[in-house]
């Protein structure tokens, strides 16, 4: 995979209402000197090394991968893998590290939770809860229990064997049970690539169980952010992600997510208790979810969910227009501090006042020579934070199409409504120039 380096403009993430201010002064007190082993050393967990050390904090981050990004901006590297829950632990007590904690990556959750059990130190997560959050097959039986329409799925084994009978029932998605960030996923359009994709998904599910799902076109994909805090769950933000089509046959991509979504007000009235009722049904005390869903015309359907922080960097949004972070308050609870800093009940408003987009800029495969006009962006009325995941000499992989690794950088802006939202995105997008080593253009 081509070498990753995470550079992203902390304005927002700390610097934020007063109340927050205030809130984050008496955090620096509180954490100043405690030790966080982190879990993972790629892509947003940056986010979770700045916090942390922005609160006082010494940060350790291990992965097996040497030159691992995040490492570099870390006090302390580990090159130990993140499955040897013995080693690290072994390393956690030699370190006396005060708390552990893994963002962003499913793999890495059942394993944190081991390495806390093991250290006696606090997870937001119980065993049960991450195996079902993480599985798109129970997960979706646990929103039928509490409610929540889901998106219909077969098992690959019981599709129709004759090419004119499944012909009937396509397109399909078919997706690894138990894999994130795209990986693994494809749209099958003709009856003889359904072979190659149950293979292809198969090859990224830990435990080789697929899935096949209704190709959904004509609905909106929109995703819920979740805090819970003490058992009561409030939305803390609701976006629309405006679908990019895949060049090859692996899944859409978000080209933009917009802020707050279309759908909200619906949400509130349909759709809210029963996800009280589906945090209730898990025993979710404390932590931060996301669950994607199709929505058209007051209905809604669920397909997915993560209970952990993701790549979207959500926070961010929130920080800006709710005052409130759930990252530093997941740092707090791996410190012992519980899942503390803001009452998130009383903060969490995700109608919002004003309008926000969080920019995906996609690649095609190549080598990139130049960038051009992040500077300008980041100069510009309306911006509020960037992570850019490439630079000039890396190579975008043919392989990394349909999943969220073609994206070049995630830009967040805020306008006071969709049309000068519209505006900004769309003069960003013509001001910035990815370019290949024979000068074509490879952002979209």
């Known amino acids: 995979m081509p070498f990753l380096r995470w550079k992203s ?3 927002v993430l700390i610097v934020i209402a007063d109340r927050g201010k205030m809130e984050l002064n008496q955090e620096s007190v509180d954490m100043a000197g405690k030790r966080l082993l982190i879990l993972g050393a790629v892509r947003p967990i940056d986010d979770v ?5 922005e609160m006082g904090v010494y940060t350790i981050a291990t992965d097996y991968y040497p030159d691992s990004p995040v490492k570099r901006i870390a006090d302390m590297a580990l090159d130990i893998s993140t499955h040897d829950v013995d080693a690290l632990t072994e390393e956690a007590v030699r370190l006396r590290v005060d708390g552990v904690f893994a963002a962003c990556v499913d793999a890495n959750l059942e394993p944190c939770r081991r390495l806390a059990d093991n250290l006696g130190l606090p997870f937001y997560a119980t065993a049960e809860q991450i195996a079902i959050t993480c599985d798109k097959h129970l997960f979706k039986k646990a929103c039928k229990r509490a409610g929540i329409p889901v998106v219909d799925e077969y098992s690959v084994e019981d599709l129709p064997s004759t090419p004119d009978e499944l012909q009937r029932l396509l397109p399909l998605i078919i997706k690894p049970y138990d894999s994130a960030g795209s990986k693994g996923i494809s749209v099958v359009r003709t009856a003889d690539a359904l072979d190659g994709a149950v293979e292809f998904a198969r090859s990224f599910s830990p435990t080789g169980n697929v899935l096949a799902e209704p190709f959904i076109e004509g609905w909106d994909d929109s995703c819920l952010y979740l805090t819970i805090q003490d058992g009561v769950h ?3 933000a609701m976006c629309d992600r405006i679908m ?12 933009e997510l917009r802020f707050p979504s279309k759908h909200i007000d619906e949400y509130y009235r349909s759709l809210d208790g029963p996800i009280k009722a589906l945090i209730r049904d898990l025993g979710i005390k404390n932590g931060t979810m996301f669950i994607q869903l199709f929505a058209k015309d007051g209905k809604f359907m669920a397909f997915e969910s993560g209970f952990r922080t993701n790549g979207a960097r959500n926070y961010v949004i929130e920080s800006d227009a709710n005052g409130i972070n759930s990252l530093v308050m997941h740092i707090r609870h791996a410190l012992g501090t519980g899942f503390s800093g803001w009452e998130a009940e009383e903060c969490n408003d995700a109608r919002f006042d004003s309008c926000y987009s969080i920019m995906a800029v996609n690649l095609r495969p190549g080598v990139i020579e130049r960038i051009e006009g992040l500077d300008e962006i980041a100069n510009a009325d309306g911006f509020l934070d960037m992570a850019v995941y490439y630079e000039r000499g890396d190579t975008v992989d043919q392989s990394v199409e349909g999943t969220l690794k073609q994206e070049f950088a995630r830009i967040y802006f805020k306008a006071p409504s969709e049309d000068a939202l519209d505006e900004i995105v769309e003069w960003a997008r013509g001001t910035l120039r990815v370019v290949g080593a024979d000068g074509e253009l490879l952002n979209r």
């Not at 090394?49 to 050390?53: G, L, R």
């Open 9 to 11: 403009i902390w304005r």
């Open 49 to 53: 090394v700045k916090a942390a050390q």
């Open 234 to 236: 409030s939305l803390s």
């Open 244 to 255: 990019e089509p895949c060049l090859t046959s692996g899944a859409p991509q978000p080209a």
